[in-house]
């Protein structure tokens, strides 16, 4: 195992951090990373807003139910989907843009995600360590409203960045035989193999909590989705210019 595959399998969410500072100038080199990676037709859809202002990240703990790590890591990162740099760039060919296709909202959104990973990664390089914040989506019209966010931006997710003060379990993930494939989808054996794998998880959860949680990966997902997962997205989503078509 090389160190890049062995420092992608270490992977952890850190969400306590040290009060050592994070300098801007690796923040900046973050970013740069996070710029290199792959982009669909080199649409580079993906702005990051860094929060430093206490009142703003207080504002955005709140909207991310409470998580205080959003108010208390070093560094906090707001990932956006931004289709705006190219209405801009259509205005400068005299250009019709030809906007509110899903096919965009997919592309700019997939951008996103492959930004941050690279940031994330990176951090990791530097012995600094993270977690996303999806949440931050619960209250996405305040947080759009907080971030001053134009038409045709959306905010997709946070990200918490700084030097760990923890040193967490690496969780279990998937058996490969569920998420590998070959020629077809043949999920022959699946429910056996996720049977085991939720004992791992169950154990995972009792060593990290001591006890105080015994919950299996089915138990997990099968709780969740019988919810409303934030039906306040889609016309969140249209009022912002997205998936009109």
């Given at each position: 195992m090389n160190t890049v595959i062995e420092l992608l399998r270490s992977h952890r969410s850190i969400r306590k951090f040290s009060t050592d500072p994070v300098s801007q100038d690796i923040i900046e080199e973050l970013?740069?990373?996070?710029?290199?990676?792959?982009?669909?037709?080199?649409?580079?859809?993906?702005t990051v807003i860094q929060v430093t202002d206490p009142t703003i990240r207080e504002k955005l703990c709140e909207a991310a139910a409470g998580q205080l790590y959003v108010k208390e890591s070093p560094v906090?990162?707001?990932?956006?989907?931004?289709?705006?740099?190219?209405?801009?760039?259509?205005?400068?060919?005299d250009a019709e843009m030809l906007s509110g296709f899903t096919e965009q909202f997919l592309t700019a959104s997939l951008d996103c995600a492959l930004f941050a990973q690279n940031v994330l990664i990176a951090a990791e390089s530097l012995?600094?360590?993270?977690?996303?914040?999806?949440?931050?989506?619960?209250?996405?019209?305040?947080?759009?409203?907080?971030?001053?966010?134009?038409?045709?931006?959306?905010?997709?997710?946070?990200?918490?960045?700084?030097?760990?003060?923890?040193?967490?379990?690496?969780?279990?993930?998937?058996?490969?035989g569920v998420v590998l494939k070959q020629q077809n989808y043949d999920?022959?054996?699946?429910?056996?193999?996720?049977?085991?794998?939720?004992?791992?998880?169950?154990?995972?959860?009792?060593?990290?909590?001591?006890?105080?949680?015994?919950?299996?990966?089915s138990e997990q997902i099968s709780d969740m989705l019988v919810k409303e997962a934030r039906p306040h997205m889609l016309p969140f989503l249209q009022s912002k210019g997205f998936l009109l078509k």
């Open positions: 970013i740069q990373a996070g710029q290199c990676a792959a982009t669909s037709r080199f649409i580079q859809a993906c906090f990162l707001v990932f956006c989907a931004d289709m705006q740099r190219h209405q801009l760039a259509c205005d400068m060919h012995g600094l360590g993270g977690c996303y914040i999806g949440a931050i989506r619960n209250k996405i019209a305040e947080v759009d409203e907080l971030l001053r966010l134009p038409d045709k931006v959306y905010p997709v997710f946070g990200m918490c960045l700084g030097y760990p003060a923890q040193d967490p379990e690496i969780k279990p993930r998937l058996p490969l999920d022959d054996g699946d429910r056996q193999r996720i049977s085991a794998y939720d004992e791992l998880v169950r154990d995972y959860y009792r060593t990290r909590t001591g006890g105080t949680k015994d919950n299996s990966w």
